[in-house]
């Protein structure tokens, strides 16, 4: 099928700025830019995974190499348009977020290079896009309560509420889920059934960026864990005293 990506991608630019000029127009400079980039993946996050679900279960011929069906490019174009998106708004407030940066460019290469390069193995890709994504409204919701939590009563009960469940959440999925499918994956790439339509670099490169992405959210939401208990420790010391 002939590519999506510019249009997609215009339209992500648009949500961008109608959230950053609009939507949060009442909000500091310093939290706008974070809050429309949550907005634009809203827009992303659980579409993407409705979509790839859809174009996976419509698929009799699923295997961690079988050629992409058109509605699999059509999502791979989509989470492209989006990180594309997302990865220009990081360069224009945030260059200096090395390791936002880096994950965006990561995640397009395989993106890309499944969609334009290889157009085979959509099926694993968009499992990992499932399991990514499916954590990200609860994901953005939770962020944009902490954005606001010192400042505005609800949005500190809504971030209190959320966040036991959110870190649960994404602890199964990015750390039991996550970890278990990419076994799979790799056990097949290594076995050479994929070698005759996916060049062995490629694979590679993709094991590489997984793993490296699954290990470095299992340690973000390790860290989360470790502050929540911290500040329920702290909150109750404080009640002792007080007591």
């Given at each position: 099928m002939e590519t999506q990506l510019f249009p997609?991608?215009?339209?992500?630019?648009?949500?961008?700025?109608?959230a950053y000029y609009l939507v949060f127009r009442n909000w500091s400079p310093k939290i706008r830019p974070e809050a429309a980039s949550c907005?634009?993946?809203?827009?992303?996050?659980t579409p993407a995974v409705f979509l790839a679900s859809r174009a996976l279960l419509a698929d009799d011929n699923l295997t961690f190499s079988s050629v992409n069906t058109d509605a699999q490019n059509l999502v791979l174009d989509y989470s492209i348009a989006y990180f594309l998106a997302d990865l220009a708004h990081y360069i224009v407030f945030f260059p200096h977020d090395v390791l936002f940066i880096g994950h965006h460019l990561a995640t397009l290469f395989v993106f890309i290079t499944c969609r334009y390069l290889v157009a085979h193995g959509a099926f694993a890709i968009l499992t990992l896009l499932i399991l990514a994504e499916v954590t990200s409204a609860c994901q953005n919701a939770w962020t944009l309560a902490g954005a606001r939590r010192h400042d505005v009563e609800f949005a500190d009960k809504v971030y209190r509420v959320l966040s036991p469940p959110f870190y649960a959440f994404y602890?199964?999925?990015r750390g039991i889920l996550g970890p278990l499918f990419v076994y799979n994956m790799v056990a097949y790439f290594v076995s050479g059934a994929a070698d005759h339509v996916i060049p062995k670099w490629?694979?590679?490169?993709w094991i590489i960026v997984v793993v490296s992405a699954i290990s470095v959210s299992i340690l973000w939401v390790w860290n989360l864990w470790v502050e929540f208990y911290r500040e329920r420790r702290a909150s109750s010391s404080l009640e002792k005293k007080v007591r």
């Amino acid at each position: 099928m002939e590519t999506q990506l510019f249009p997609l991608l215009s339209i992500f630019f648009s949500i961008y700025l109608f959230a950053y000029y609009l939507v949060f127009r009442n909000w500091s400079p310093k939290i706008r830019p974070e809050a429309a980039s949550c907005f634009i993946s809203l827009f992303h996050g659980t579409p993407a995974v409705f979509l790839a679900s859809r174009a996976l279960l419509a698929d009799d011929n699923l295997t961690f190499s079988s050629v992409n069906t058109d509605a699999q490019n059509l999502v791979l174009d989509y989470s492209i348009a989006y990180f594309l998106a997302d990865l220009a708004h990081y360069i224009v407030f945030f260059p200096h977020d090395v390791l936002f940066i880096g994950h965006h460019l990561a995640t397009l290469f395989v993106f890309i290079t499944c969609r334009y390069l290889v157009a085979h193995g959509a099926f694993a890709i968009l499992t990992l896009l499932i399991l990514a994504e499916v954590t990200s409204a609860c994901q953005n919701a939770w962020t944009l309560a902490g954005a606001r939590r010192h400042d505005v009563e609800f949005a500190d009960k809504v971030y209190r509420v959320l966040s036991p469940p959110f870190y649960a959440f994404y602890s199964v999925v990015r750390g039991i889920l996550g970890p278990l499918f990419v076994y799979n994956m790799v056990a097949y790439f290594v076995s050479g059934a994929a070698d005759h339509v996916i060049p062995k670099w490629v694979w590679i490169s993709w094991i590489i960026v997984v793993v490296s992405a699954i290990s470095v959210s299992i340690l973000w939401v390790w860290n989360l864990w470790v502050e929540f208990y911290r500040e329920r420790r702290a909150s109750s010391s404080l009640e002792k005293k007080v007591r």
